[in-house]
């Protein structure tokens, strides 16, 4: 199964790639998406969007596993994040890519064991599951990387039956 790990975010959206076969996972592409800060919106969401569909199209992953938005204490940032999402799930779902969501305390869970691990502790995490020399970078790409193998754990890489 081809996982596509999405963490959403207005100036930068983390997206990872991974293979996940008998319980092995191949890194094939990760990386994050960036749009400038003064930049109008609307454009903001497009460069999202647009570049999103277009490593959903290289890639062809099978699935896509998104963070649900964690409520931030700043309500602007928080819509402006939730807009990205929307732009997120509107690529996945655009290309017939079957969509999951978990939320933080899931993702931390599933990699660390426990739902309030710290960040750095899901990082290593991530290198350690995935055989990478370091953490990657920026954290938003070790977060999209982190939302993938959740599910993989998640699902074993299989769809449940419905």
Do not use: W
């Not at 928080?78 to 996945?92: F, K, N, P, Q, W």
């Not at 305390?105 to 990082?123: D, N, P």
């Amino acid at each position: 199964m081809r996982i596509l790990g999405i963490d959403p975010g207005y100036a930068i959206m983390g997206y990872g790639i991974l293979d996940y076969k008998g319980n092995r996972f191949t890194p094939v592409a990760y990386g994050s998406i960036t749009t400038e800060a003064h930049t109008p919106n609307e454009e903001r969401l497009m460069i999202l969007y647009d570049e999103l569909s277009e490593i959903i199209k290289e890639y062809e992953p099978d699935e896509a596993s998104i963070e649900e938005l964690f409520y931030n204490t700043n309500a602007t940032t928080a819509i402006m994040v939730g807009e990205a999402r929307g732009m997120a799930l509107l690529a996945c779902a655009k290309a017939g890519v079957r969509i999951s969501e978990y939320t933080p305390l899931q993702i931390k869970s599933s990699l660390t064991g426990y739902g309030r691990a710290e960040k750095k502790q899901v990082q290593t995490m991530v290198k350690m599951i995935l055989g990478l020399a370091e953490v990657p970078k920026p954290d938003d790409t070790a977060d999209a990387l982190a939302a993938a193998i959740c599910h993989a754990h998640h699902t074993g890489g299989r769809r449940p039956r419905i």
